[in-house]
């Protein structure tokens, strides 16, 4: 696990918090590529409507695996990591795995919804998004590893 002390309780900067998302949608990008490739390898042509709902589910449990692993274990993504931010619950603990089920579900649904629970965190006085307002989650700085 990573137990990095947290420099700051209150959230990052929005453009820190921007940056870090144009860097998780470059992640996903990439495990999208490589699981369309092991699907199509496994299954074929994906054109007809069954094939294709299966390879979009596949996506996104495989994407929904990767974020809530990483939410579970060390409460950081990739592009968290590199951007030095944490998401935590509100014991300030990695999120459990039903919080991070749930917080993927409510992001996806946020997407669905034209991203209206991430732009949330412009109006937000803490910065939050809406699936962490509502799930009692924040958003925090840790301090660099050396």
């Known amino acids: 696990m990573n137990n990095q002390p947290i420099a700051q309780l209150t959230a990052p900067s929005l453009l820190k918090l921007g940056a870090c998302f144009i860097y998780e949608v470059l992640t996903v990008i990439a495990i999208s590529f490589a699981c369309v490739g092991l699907f199509l390898w496994l299954v074929g042509d994906a054109t007809n409507a069954v094939k294709h709902f299966l390879l979009q589910f596949f996506l996104w449990s495989l994407v929904g695996a990767y974020f809530v692993r990483c939410w579970v274990t060390c409460g950081q993504t990739l592009a968290m990591q590199a951007w030095n931010i944490k998401v935590v619950n509100q014991k300030h603990k990695t999120l459990t795995l039903n919080q991070a089920l749930i917080?993927?579900?409510l992001a996806t649904l946020s997407l669905l919804l034209c991203g209206v629970g991430f732009l949330w965190a412009i109006?937000?006085?803490?910065?939050?998004?809406?699936?962490?307002?509502?799930?009692?989650?924040?958003?925090?700085?840790?301090?660099?590893?050396?």
């Open 123 to 146: 109006f937000d006085r803490e910065q939050l998004f809406l699936h962490d307002r509502l799930l009692r989650n924040r958003i925090v700085t840790v301090a660099k590893s050396s």
């Open 103 to 105: 917080r993927y579900m």
